[in-house]
T-cell receptor
Framework: DTEVTQTPKHLVMGMTNKKSLKCEQH?????MYWYKQKAKKPPELMFV???????INESVPSRFSPECPNSSLLNLHLHALQPEDSALYLC???????????????FGPGTRLTVL | AQRVTQPEKLLSVFKGAPVELKCNYS??????LFWYVQYSRQRLQLLLR??SRESIKGFTADLNKGETSFHLKKPFAQEEDSAMYYC???????????FGSGTKLNVKP
């Protein structure tokens, strides 16, 4: 399996709701990522997990809470979001790399989130 | 600071014409450069990376360290090449990608 899968494809939630986005990969990758992509903009990095540990948090508000239960799964828990958080949320994975390259990231199709 | 610049938001060419999507970067060290493509309603996918020196779908890109550029080229554009193209850089922190703002390529019949 050489794909990153994400569920759900679409999510509509109110500002008081709690929801979760899920991401899964079975390529043996040990680095996983969450990105946020607004319309006609490039992906913006939110979080990086390396060997199931959070290694990068790009100053993301605490209403976004990532979780990596195992090496194949990555969740993003959402609570008390704002309408401006509406976007496409992308998950990606890559091999854990050292100097020498090979850091290709494989992207999922994304979850289209709308916050009302 | 690391930065990737794609100066053109939109590039329109006719089918069969050559195409060049520009990418310049700033990085103090030896980065790894990538081109990613996002076709309409499809996921972001790797097109090519500089270390592999491949030609994918007729596209090539050469890393020019002197000019700090990694322009994407294709001699004869096809309509199916119409998509959003992102140049990306990976540096010392190999888990971190820096994306350019993207260039939308429109190939007209």
């Amino acid at each position: 399996d050489t794909e990153v899968t994400q569920t759900p494809k679409h999510l509509v939630m109110g500002m008081t709701n709690k929801k979760s986005l899920k991401c899964e990969q079975h390529m043996g990758h040990r680095a996983m990522y969450w990105y946020k992509q607004k319309a006609k903009k490039p992906p913006e990095l939110m979080f990086v997990y390396s060997y199931e540990k959070l290694s990068i948090n790009e100053s993301v508000p605490s209403r976004f809470s990532p979780e990596c239960p195992n090496s194949s799964l990555l969740n993003l828990h959402l609570h008390a979001l704002q309408p401006e958080d509406s976007a496409l949320y992308l998950c990606a994975s890559s091999q854990e790399v050292t100097e020498g390259g090979g850091n290709e990231q494989f992207f999922g199709p994304g979850t289209r989130l709308t916050v009302l | 600071a690391q930065r990737v610049t794609q100066p053109e938001k939109l590039l329109s060419v006719f089918k069969g014409a050559p195409v060049e999507l520009k990418c310049n970067y700033s990085y103090s060290g030896s980065p790894e450069l990538f081109w990613y493509v996002q076709y309409s309603r499809q996921r972001l996918q790797l097109l090519l990376r500089h270390i592999s020196r491949e030609s994918i779908k007729g596209f090539t890109a050469d890393l020019n360290k002197g000019e700090t550029s990694f322009h994407l080229k294709k001699p004869f554009a096809q309509e199916e090449d119409s998509a959003m193209y992102y140049c990306a850089l990976s540096g010392k922190n190999f888990n971190k990608f820096y994306f350019g703002s993207g260039t939308k390529l429109n190939v007209k019949p």
